[in-house]
């Protein structure tokens, strides 16, 4: 319940909050689209520099290339089934 009691009387643990969604600004993603380009993994410095260029935390621009070689190995790999339904 609300008082971090369950039903059964037994103490909650507190869940940790998890960090909200960062909203990018199309200028942020241009950017780090534009640098994606010719650069899949980066440096921590080139890291540091585009963090403090573009106002955001080291771990934003981590978690952003992450998440966008995540995104490219998918549309690659829906092109490569595509191809392959193509063919049959």
């Known amino acids: 319940?609300?008082?971090?009691?369950?039903?059964?009387?037994?103490?909650?643990?507190?869940?940790?909050?998890?960090?909200?969604?960062?909203?990018?600004?199309?200028h942020q993603i241009y950017e780090l689209e534009k640098r994606f380009l010719y650069q899949k993994y980066l440096s921590p410095a080139d890291r540091d520099q585009i963090a403090q260029q573009l106002g955001?935390?080291?771990?934003?621009?981590?978690t952003w290339f992450q998440n966008r070689r995540a995104k490219l190995k998918r549309d690659l790999e829906e092109m490569k089934a595509d191809v392959e339904s193509a063919k049959k």
Do not use: C, E, H
């Open 1 to 26: 319940g609300r008082d971090g009691m369950t039903i059964f009387g037994q103490r909650q643990t507190p869940k940790k909050r998890r960090k909200s969604r960062t909203a990018f600004t199309n």
């Open 56 to 62: 955001l935390t080291n771990a934003q621009v981590i």
